[in-house]
């Protein structure tokens, strides 16, 4: 539906293993550093699932970057 946001998982999946949604696309808090996080999240994921290494959902106890 045009206009409404993208419900993405704790990994920022959309749909399968191939769409991402990060920032104003997904759900969740409309800020700048929440988008800040999805992304770095989707980068962890991506490159995991390039390494066919498990997917980890959650960046705690990880230092920011």
């Known amino acids: 539906e045009p ?33 800040k996080y999805q992304a770095r999240v989707c980068g962890d994921v991506l490159v995991a699932r390039s390494r066919g290494g498990p997917c980890m959902s959650t960046r705690r106890g990880r230092r920011s970057r």
């Open 3 to 35: 206009g409404t946001h993208l419900a993405a998982d704790d990994t920022t999946t959309v749909q399968g293993d191939w769409l991402y949604a990060v920032g104003d696309a997904s759900t969740g808090a409309q800020l700048t550093h929440m988008g």
